[in-house]
């Protein structure tokens, strides 16, 4: 089935990029989606990208597609304490009907150092 | 502001109860599903809805069932309640298509 894939734990300083990576295995994917959890609360949805575009910018957030890999990355410039969270990545494939399922991925704590 | 709200931010039940967690959105969305969010698996599909009196199991479906009597509204039910169904709850709403789902604040259950 379909199975998408993240690292558990990223630690940066205050200022510095962030780079958060996740695989995919669904070559069918049509959207991926970067999601921000913080501590208690809800996911809240950052960006999304199109399967068939390589890049996506909207301020500090930069996402990266590379489709024949199925990898996709979501950098965050000047990484801020307020961007400590949980972000998963999330795949939308070709299911059909009305829905829109999602496949999350395990997500990635970033803890930014001050 | 687009909300989806759910009626109890933590609950603890004890083992074999029947446990009933609700979950509202005022957006007149299509879909609505529900999740359950455990350390290091992400979150997993438990049901889906994509319309009054539609359901569909999502990847976790055993030891739950769902209820959707109205648009706005969506049930997840455990119906004898197990200590491994001790989890953060997250019930969603979207409209059908690629946008954007919306997320209520979860629900943490705890079964002893």
């Known amino acids: 089935g379909e199975d998408v894939e993240q690292s558990l734990f990223l630690s940066v300083r205050e200022g510095d990029s962030s780079v958060i990576n996740c695989t995919y295995t669904?070559?069918?994917?049509?959207?991926l989606y970067w999601y921000k959890q913080e501590p208690g609360a809800g996911l809240q949805l950052l960006t999304y990208?199109?399967?068939?575009?390589d890049m996506k910018q909207d301020q500090r957030l930069t996402v990266l597609l590379n489709k024949k890999d199925k990898h996709l990355s979501l950098r965050i410039a000047d990484t801020q304490t307020g961007d400590s969270a949980i972000y998963f990545c999330?795949?939308?494939?070709?299911?059909?009907?009305?829905?829109?399922?999602?496949?999350f991925g395990t997500g990635t704590l970033l803890a930014v150092q001050p | 502001d687009v909300k989806v709200t759910q009626s109890s931010r933590y609950l603890v039940k004890r083992t074999g109860e029947k446990v009933f967690l609700e979950c509202v959105q005022d957006?007149?969305?299509?879909?609505m599903f529900w999740y359950r969010q455990d350390p290091g698996l992400g979150l997993r599909l438990i049901y889906f809805?994509?319309?009054?009196?539609?359901?569909e199991k999502g990847d976790i479906p055993e030891g739950y069932s769902v209820s959707r009597e109205k648009k706005e509204r969506f049930s997840l039910i455990l119906e004898s309640a197990s200590t491994n169904q001790t989890s953060m709850y997250l019930c969603?709403?979207?409209?059908?298509?690629?946008?954007?789902?919306?997320f209520g604040p979860g629900t943490r259950l705890t079964v002893t």
């Open positions: 969603a709403s979207s409209q059908p298509g690629p946008g954007e789902q919306y």
């Open positions: 669904d070559s069918s994917s049509t959207y």
């Open positions: 990208i199109f399967s068939n575009m």
């Open positions: 999330a795949e939308r494939g070709n299911y059909g009907g009305a829905t829109n399922k999602l496949i």
């Open positions: 957006m007149d969305h299509e879909n």
């Open positions: 809805s994509y319309d009054v009196k539609m359901k």
